[in-house]
């Protein structure tokens, strides 16, 4: 696929071609845009999302397009919205924290209603097109961005790996799907493994961490996918190799990092011993408890939540994953992954003739999970949508060919 592929191949549809402008604002504003106040807890970028899925939703109705019926997704919407409800009524926070910790879920309800609104064959195919417009976007702002900074700030070249350092935050996803078009479509090994090494240098320079393992964990993969190694020896070699970085990589030790590991380990631990991993915390409450701040302060010296108590309300664990299991519960909080199910046996049983947007598609998604993993993710109007967009296109590109014996209309016929 080339990279100057043409849009007018197909037709955008007018709702997808919405989304993608959405996206591109996002990351060339990033911040300014996507936090720039509206009326109470809503932003603009969640305006426009919303115009978008309401836009998406008539179209659905009126054309009565017919819904794919994935039921663990179904699932998670619904608990979490009993948990809502009960978030009101035992009025647990102020009402814009409540709002603000259930948009975490709002992003993704939206998100699946605006992308199955155009969702076809011909308009995946511009979906993975776009992806990639994307990935050289991102590359091109972060190398500029540099560019910038090495020419006007004195001494920046020490900075490069001690602060953050990155156009806006989806840069970080971007330099990730640049990393993976390179493996999954150059053609010669040399340029192929150049490439993604020098964005896997780049990376360590936005200065997270996560950033370096998010696009270290997609090199991995291919090439236990290329080789074909058997599955358990995929897994083992993902876990060990992320267990030696956070051994022989300073950065992956220092004080933050320790403090998510610390802070995940406190609620899954809270979560299966007090809610027995079924049930959540609800939105709008603390994330953290007293007994929790005290284990940060005397294991980590960490005042953070002493010094901003307003903070307890406002960060959660910087894994997205484990916010969703802390708002619903960790179990009903792994449905997310469910229907992701076709992707990995897809994986585990990798044939080199599969198709290369499959490949591009999964390996890029991966990479997003580990950045999710990491970082406040889903639960911000700057990524929450284009993760989502990734996810869906996923699992179109993953879907079973009987898939309309599960699916659904609005309206029927």
Known sequence: MSILSRFNTYPVHPIQMGLFILFELQLIFGKQFTTFHIVGPLHLSDLVLAILAISGLVLIIVKKITLPLYWPLFGLLGISFIYLIYSFSAALGPLNYIIRHYALF??????????????????????????????ILALVSQILFHGYNF?????????????????????????????????????????????????????????????????????????????????????????????????????????????????????????????????????????????????????????????????????????????????????????????????????FNYKIEHAASKK???????GFVVWASFNVILEMPHSSAFFWFIYFSVLYEFRDPEEKNFSFRIIKD
């Open 151 to 347: 020419a006007t700030v004195e001494g920046y070249y020490t900075q490069l790996f001690s602060r953050f350092n990155y156009w806006t935050e989806l840069v970080m996803p971007g330099l990730v799907i640049i990393e993976v078009w390179a493996l999954c479509f150059l053609k010669k090994n040399a340029l192929k493994i150049i490439t993604a090494l020098a964005v896997l240098f780049l990376s360590t320079t936005l200065g997270h961490a996560s950033a370096f393992l998010a696009c270290f964990v997609p090199i991995i993969i291919y090439f236990l996918l290329i080789f074909k190694i058997k599955h358990w020896i995929i897994i083992t070699s993902v876990i060990v190799s992320m267990v030696s970085l956070f051994i022989f990589l300073p950065q992956f030790s220092d004080v933050n990092a320790m403090w998510r590991i610390l802070y995940w380990r406190e609620i899954l631990k809270e979560g299966f011993l007090n809610y027995y991993g079924v049930f959540g915390h609800g939105f709008g409450g603390a994330f953290i408890t007293e007994s929790m701040n005290q284990t940060f302060l005397n294991e980590l010296g960490s005042i953070h939540f002493d010094v901003n108590p307003e903070e307890k309300f406002l960060t959660p664990m910087h894994n997205s994953f484990v916010t969703i299991m802390f708002h619903i519960g960790i179990i009903p909080g792994l449905l997310i992954f469910v229907p992701l199910k076709n992707a990995f046996q897809w994986a």
């Open 106 to 135: 709002i992003y993704l309800g939206l998100s699946f209603i605006i992308f199955y609104s155009f969702a076809d064959d011909e308009k995946q195919k511009i979906n993975v097109r776009f992806i990639l417009l994307m990935g």
């Open 360 to 366: 591009f598609l999964f390996l890029s998604f991966m």
